[in-house]
């Protein structure tokens, strides 16, 4: 199992900036794409961003031009630089990964525990 672990969440007022971390403890598998997703209470799971081992990143539209993803696989960590921060995303941010064991090629999601994100008026 790849464990992750989330760091970074918590209260910030309305346009300010929090950065969000996580690790990947992943033996004995290859990490394809990390990424960020949200889930606001009422509200179903978003898919914010992915980076891939190649760099190509995805930023959904909801988010673009206020977050940002950077990661670093060779230390398989994942960050979320968001600023001009809204009460709308307050959130539970929660960590992802896509990742195959060595030597086969059946793709897995696993999940952090998730952080919350809380935008004040």
């Known amino acids: 199992q790849v464990q992750l672990v989330e760091s970074g969440g918590g209260l910030v007022q309305s346009g300010g900036s929090l950065r969000l971390s996580c690790v990947a403890s992943?033996?004995?598998?290859?990490?394809?794409?990390m990424g960020w997703y949200r889930q606001a209470p009422g509200k179903q799971r978003e898919l914010l961003a992915t980076?891939?081992?190649?760099?190509?990143?995805n930023i959904a539209d909801s988010v673009m031009g206020r977050f940002f993803i950077s990661g670093d696989y060779a230390k398989n960590t994942v960050s979320l630089q968001m600023n001009s921060l809204k009460p709308e995303d307050t959130a539970t941010y929660y960590c992802?990964?896509?990742?195959?064991?060595?030597?086969?090629?059946?793709?897995?999601?696993?999940w952090g525990q998730g952080t919350q994100v809380t935008v004040s008026s």
């Open positions: 992943r033996p004995g598998f290859i990490i394809d794409v």
């Open positions: 992802n990964v896509v990742a195959r064991r060595y030597g086969r090629s059946k793709v897995l999601n696993f």
């Open positions: 980076i891939t081992t190649e760099n190509k990143i």
